[in-house]
């Protein structure tokens, strides 16, 4: 089975702060996304990371895919409000034409004004 | 806005019914994911379709069961439900060609087995 470990599990802090998830595997991946989920909807794609060592950006957002493609983490700059929600990452894999994707349970991230 | 939409939004039923979920795909997307996400917890892959096929299957028993459609919608039947089944269920679909690990997600149907 592969797993995924998000850390922390919970994490509330004060508009401004910079904060930093990991998402951690045995397990190599083809890819690795994160997604933002808020109560009520679906996940939302924010970011998918292929190549070991790559960095993306995304506004305030910066992901990282660690160099043996088995972790990565995800920090964010100067928080705010409206970056509440959960935070998830989710491994790829394929075998035989399917796609799956596995993920961790998450990251709840609440920023106070 | 992902394009993808299920129905319904929430379902009450009791156990040992049988429900069915319906999920309509973003136009062009030919493959369809669904998910099932217990309360605290990630979602867990339950099965893949691609082209009315099933294309990959997670750890769920037999009573799990879909189909997909001509046009690329697909459903989701449980058979006998069970209290644990009780959960937020996802679907998912992914365009053709090398971007099919991508997956846009539904707002999901919320499922409350009593």
């Known amino acids: 089975t592969q797993l995924l470990e998000q850390s922390p599990q919970f994490l509330s802090i004060q508009e401004g702060e910079n904060l930093t998830v990991y998402c951690n595997s045995s397990?190599?991946?083809?890819?690795l996304q994160w997604y933002r989920q808020e109560p009520g909807e679906g996940p939302v794609l924010l970011v998918t990371?292929?190549?070991?060592?790559e960095v993306k950006k995304l506004k305030r957002l910066t992901f990282q895919f660690g160099d043996a493609r088995k972790d990565s983490s995800l920090h964010i700059t100067a928080a705010q409000p409206g970056d509440t929600g959960l935070y998830l990452c989710?491994?790829?894999?394929?075998?035989?034409?399917?796609?799956?994707?596995?993920f961790g349970k998450g990251t709840k991230l609440s920023v106070i004004p | 806005e992902t394009g993808v939409t299920q129905s319904p939004t929430h379902l009450i039923k009791t156990r040992g019914q049988q429900v069915t979920l319906r999920c309509s795909s973003q136009?062009?997307?030919?493959?369809v994911s669904w998910y099932q996400q217990a309360l605290g917890q990630g979602p867990q892959f339950i099965f893949q379709?691609?082209?009315?096929?099933?294309?990959g299957r997670g750890n769920f028993p037999p009573r799990f069961s879909g189909l997909q459609f001509p046009n690329y919608s697909s459903e989701l039947n449980v058979n006998a439900l069970e209290l644990d089944d009780s959960a937020l269920y996802l679907c998912?679909?992914?365009?053709?060609?090398?971007?099919?690990?991508?997956?846009?997600f539904g707002a999901g149907t919320r499922l409350s087995v009593l």
């Open positions: 998912a679909s992914s365009p053709p060609g090398q971007s099919k690990n991508i997956q846009y």
């Open positions: 397990s190599v991946f083809s890819s």
């Open positions: 990371v292929v190549t070991g060592g």
């Open positions: 989710a491994g790829a894999r394929s075998g035989a034409g399917s796609y799956q994707l596995t």
């Open positions: 136009s062009g997307h030919n493959t």
């Open positions: 379709y691609y082209r009315e096929e099933e294309n």
